[in-house]
């Protein structure tokens, strides 16, 4: 093959498509400094979980994975480039296991064992049968993948072991879950519209834009070390947070504890049992000094013991 043949496989790089990643990264920090803000107890509970926050949560993981089947048919749609493939297959795969091991001892009640970088790896295999596929074709293909994900589920799926093709009736427990169905559908998005593109020659003439100002340096780099920026700005965010918590002190905990309580309690009895326990429960364990050790885990044997009897204490106190 000569020089100029090989020239011609490289893909084209295109730089508005490293800044929309470097925007989608800078958003997914912006979420995640929020979640963290709300774990250590600086935002009210459930805060990530109101309609606003998921919808931009969703958003972000879906521009992501477009952007993944966008990347495949300009990396890959002349010819398929393994080695480069493999690679980055294997960086993927790799930095998704070392964040299912260590979510797994961190906050094993939600560990993330596949999360936005199990999906792409798994979407990126995937998604090699569709790239020489007539983009209509593929938009069907992605319907089908969002009606089947959004409207069927099936108990055989209930286990485990198949939990990460979402069509288990009851949702698994995880702060990161991107499952087959229906988030495999957003990579065949992509890779339609990188398709159409090419058709239409779209992508030539972006290609041709030159993201010169210096707003853009800074999103086109980290766009260009979008798996890097990922595993490395959580820690920076806990730790930033952590050392802020450690110089300005411990905010309230009492709204996270009646949150949590509450919810719990909700299971088995009545809102307004629920609300009058809790707040007994609060105004108990406070005044005699048990609120702080419970919520560090640090009761000892003595001081479980005067909680249970608080508990009673607080249910008789409803119940009459």
């Not at 509970?45 to 966008?70: D, E, K, N």
């Not at 504890?257 to 326990?277: G, I, K, M, P």
Request: net charge neutral; proline share 5%; aromatic share 14%.
């Amino acid at each position: 093959m000569t020089e100029d043949q090989t020239k011609a496989l490289q893909p084209q790089r295109i730089a508005l498509i490293d800044v929309a990643r470097g925007l989608a990264l800078v958003a997914m920090a912006i979420y995640h400094f929020t979640w963290d803000l709300e774990y250590f107890g600086w935002l009210a509970p459930a805060t990530t979980f109101q309609t606003g926050w998921v919808l931009f949560a969703r958003c972000i993981a879906s521009s992501f994975l477009i952007l993944v089947g966008i990347s495949m048919v300009l990396a890959h749609g002349e010819a398929m480039r393994w080695q480069s493939f493999k690679i980055r297959f294997v960086q993927v795969a790799g930095a998704a296991a070392l964040i299912s091991l260590v979510t797994y001892f961190a906050i094993p009640g939600g560990f993330i064992f596949f999360g936005i970088l199990h999906a792409i790896a798994l979407f990126s295999v995937l998604g090699l049968l569709f790239l020489r596929i007539p983009w209509p074709l593929t938009l069907i293909a992605a319907a089908l993948v969002l009606l089947i994900g959004n409207n069927l589920r099936f108990e055989v799926f209930n286990i485990p072991a198949l939990w990460w093709v979402g069509l288990a009736p009851i949702p698994p427990q995880s702060n990161d879950f991107v499952p087959v169905f229906p988030w495999f559908a957003t990579v065949l998005i992509g890779i339609a519209l990188a398709r159409m593109g090419l058709q239409f020659g779209i992508w030539q003439r972006l290609g041709t834009v030159k993201m010169s100002h210096p707003a853009s340096r800074p999103l086109t780099f980290i766009g260009r070390h979008s798996l890097a920026f990922y595993l490395i700005h959580q820690p920076i965010l806990l730790v930033s947070i952590w050392l802020f918590t450690s110089l300005a002190g411990e905010p309230d905990k009492t709204p996270q504890f009646l949150f949590h309580c509450q919810n719990s309690c909700l299971e088995t009895s009545s809102e307004a049992f629920c609300t009058t326990y809790c707040s007994c429960m609060v105004d108990e364990m406070k005044d005699k000094k048990l609120f702080t050790p419970f919520l560090n885990g640090a009761l000892d044997d003595a001081q479980n013991g005067t909680l249970l009897q608080l508990r009673d204490m607080c249910v008789v106190q409803q119940t009459k």
